[in-house]
């Protein structure tokens, strides 16, 4: 846990993160990456905990989802209600997406790799299951 410059951990495996936040502030990520990684290699943790941070493997704590990230670890016991970021990113894609297969004549395969669907197919699944159909039904009813 951080609050300014003041640093604190509980335990064996909450000092190694907390140390590899350390190294990641004073260092940079790559080198707390690199460290992590040799860790993992070259240390065993008893009772066959996992080798690997979640966080981690997400992300620094001071990242660009750190604050989310540090929200949620905190809340972890408790029922956290409401869409989870993948589904919130799906939707914001699916929205702007909708709007060009609508609005636009654009290739459904360039609306689908510009709002970041990656693949006609993804988005395709993405419009059938909120909309009930796909883009192009979607698109030939907005023209009729």
Do not use: C, Y
Request: proline residues 6%; charged residues 25%.
């Amino acid at each position: 846990m951080r609050d300014g410059n003041i640093w604190t951990s509980a335990g064996i495996t909450a000092g190694i993160d907390l140390a590899l936040a350390l190294i990641a502030d004073d260092l940079g990520e790559e080198i707390a990456k690199r460290t992590a990684q040799r860790l993992v290699v070259h240390q065993r943790r008893p009772g066959g905990q996992s080798q690997f941070s979640a966080l981690l493997e997400l992300g620094q704590p001071n990242g660009r989802f750190g604050g989310l990230l540090g929200w949620a670890q905190e809340r972890r016991h408790e029922p956290l209600p409401g869409t989870t970021p993948a589904k919130a990113i799906e939707r914001l894609r699916r929205e702007a997406a909708r709007n060009h297969v609508e609005e636009g004549s654009e290739p459904i395969d360039r609306i689908a790799a510009q709002s970041g669907f990656g693949d006609p197919e993804r988005m395709r699944r993405a419009f059938i299951r909120a909309f009930g159909q796909p883009p192009q039904a979607l698109r030939r009813a907005a023209r009729a």
